[in-house]
């Protein structure tokens, strides 16, 4: 089935949130939505989630779903927001455990912090299948840009998170903590394997030099015939080699420090202080 696909894009992350809906019954998932967040100021604000809440309520949708593809380390999510307003169950990949796991310690977290996941609502497993509506979903385990990298299959729409982007800006990094560049290809080849008309749908837009309109949608096709990093034709071995010289010249995206500290506990602040006032760590040379 070909499910309605609406783009929500911010333009201060450059990051592109999604609804999904079923045209039969109107249900409704809602992918990646962004917290605004002035990081001089430490404050947030959810104009950029209203936006998405003010459109599923005009179009009569449902929300039963509420979707992370992964825990983003360049802006922060609006999903507990989103839940609260909408409803919806709050789901993740499976291996969001070892995420916790690996931040929980960068962030010296604390007994506080459960790294088990149970800050969400559901696990997705590879494989996994879901409803939204009359809509089959399938949840795709694309491990790579992180362990716990999800891409969810509705219909003939794909949303792949951050494994891929527009075919002329290529790939995403590997070098956070957890990923790799060997695991990210073969991730990539998972959604090679899909249909060529397979609708793929990006996390992010971020222009690169010749192009001056975002654009955050493509096919698996296009991918496989002209991606700049990994088309047909380029090898595993070729593949890593490039990725991991490009991410030695990487700067660590601006909000990765608030951005992990948040997402990793599925939106939510940490708790507060005796004071009454949510805290975030800034560790020192670490990243």
């Given at each position: 089935m070909k499910p309605d696909v609406q783009a929500f894009f911010d333009k201060v992350t450059k990051t592109v949130s999604y609804t999904v809906s079923d045209p039969e019954t109107r249900a409704c998932a809602v992918i990646d939505t962004v917290l605004d967040f002035d990081p001089a100021a430490a404050r947030t604000r959810t104009d950029s989630a209203d936006a998405v809440i003010d459109y599923v309520r005009r179009q009569g949708l449902t929300c039963v779903w509420v979707l992370e593809t992964h825990v983003h380390a360049d802006h922060l999510s609006a999903a507990p927001h989103i839940q609260e307003v909408l409803g919806?169950?709050?789901?993740i990949g499976v291996e969001i455990v070892t995420v916790q796991e690996v931040f929980g310690k960068v962030f010296n977290a604390g007994t506080e912090f459960e790294?088990?996941?149970?800050?969400?609502?559901?696990?997705?497993?590879?494989?996994?299948?879901?409803?939204?509506?009359?809509?089959?979903?399938?949840?795709?385990?694309?491990?790579?840009?992180?362990p716990a990298c999800m891409t969810y299959l509705i219909g003939d729409a794909a949303f792949i998170g951050d494994t891929l982007f527009m075919p002329?800006?290529?790939?995403?990094?590997?070098?956070?903590?957890?990923g790799d560049a060997r695991t990210l290809y073969r991730s990539i080849q998972k959604l090679f394997a899909l249909p060529d008309d397979t609708r793929l749908f990006m996390c992010h837009d971020y222009l690169p030099e010749g192009r001056n309109v975002h654009r955050w949608e493509s096919t698996v096709g296009e991918q496989k015939r002209s991606n700049?990093?990994?088309h047909e034709g380029v090898s595993e071995d070729a593949f890593v080699t490039m990725r991991e010289a490009r991410d030695a010249t990487l700067a660590m995206p601006q909000l990765i420090i608030p951005s992990i500290q948040i997402n990793m506990r599925a939106?939510?602040?940490p708790p507060p202080e005796d004071n009454g006032i949510h805290y975030l760590k800034l560790p020192m040379n670490v990243l």
């Open positions: 919806g169950k709050l789901g790294r088990t996941g149970s800050q969400f609502d559901h696990l997705f497993r590879d494989g996994e299948t879901f409803r939204i509506g009359n809509l089959t979903a399938r949840a795709i385990h694309t491990p790579g840009h992180t002329d800006y290529g790939t995403a990094r590997a070098d956070f903590p957890g700049t990093h990994t939106g939510r602040l």
